[in-house]
Nanobody, 121 residues
């Protein structure tokens, strides 16, 4: 039983910043990759950024240079620092992780419940 809980969403004006956090809890042996995805109303859920346990990152072109993903392996947490926010960034942001549970029987793809980010013009 592994779960992810996001926090840090809210309302900001264009050009502002937010920092999202995601905490993984439960019976966890290791987390191999974590990432952030977002979904606007009526749109598909799209990748924002990912990071592996070794620190390799990748970003969507739309956020590159503005967003930074990072993680704390000891705390099983991942963060998304969002700067220079645009109205187009408005969406529900979801945390995702590829987790090997404590039982070590196989990998589990886990999603958080999402946190809403609204950027006003």
């Amino acid at each position: 039983q592994v779960q992810l809980v996001e926090s840090g969403g809210g309302l900001v004006q264009a050009g502002g910043s937010l920092r999202l956090s995601c905490a993984a809890s439960g019976s966890i042996f290791s987390i191999y990759a974590m990432g952030w995805y977002r979904q606007a109303p009526g749109k598909q859920r799209d990748l924002v950024a990912t990071i592996t346990s070794s620190g390799t990152t990748n970003y969507a072109d739309s956020v590159k240079g503005r967003f930074t993903i990072s993680r704390d392996n000891a705390k099983n947490m991942v963060y998304l620092q969002m700067n220079s926010l645009k109205p187009e960034d408005t969406a529900v942001y979801y945390c995702n992780a590829a987790v090997l549970p404590g039982e070590r029987l196989g990998y589990v793809q886990v999603w958080g419940q999402g946190t809403l980010v609204t950027v006003s013009s």
